[in-house]
């Protein structure tokens, strides 16, 4: 019942900015807290942003400054805008929510930081 679909990922140049988008069900979009996450390969999965329903945002100190998150009721999505961005960015970014006692997750988008 709960569907996460994430979009936007490519190659960017360092320095450059990319947009990534979140579609989630009308259902849950509301009322729950979404997230950004990311995974670099051999790394740990780490949390980028969060955005709750009342709008209160948070960031990752490695993001903070660069990384914009966002969510748009009426499309039921939820956006991370982001610039000045490091070959560190590269990584897979998920979007998550967490429902009750279960974790929702998106299959994934590949953003790539390289000349």
Do not use: H
Not at 19 to 30: D, E, R
Not at 31 to 39: A, D, E, K, L, V
């Amino acid at each position: 019942q709960v569907q996460l679909v994430e979009s936007g990922g490519g190659l960017v140049q360092p320095g450059g900015s990319l947009g990534l988008s979140c579609a989630a069900s009308p259902n849950i979009f509301s009322r729950n807290t979404m997230n950004w996450y990311r995974q670099a390969p051999g790394k740990e999965r780490e949390l980028v942003a969060s955005i709750t329903s009342g709008v209160y945002i948070n960031y990752a100190d490695s993001v903070k400054g660069r990384f914009t998150i966002s969510r748009d009721v009426a499309k039921n999505t939820v956006y991370l805008q982001m610039s000045s961005l490091k070959p560190e960015d590269t990584a897979v970014y998920y979007c998550n929510v967490k429902v009750g006692p279960m974790n929702y997750w998106g299959n994934g988008t590949l953003v790539t930081v390289s000349s």
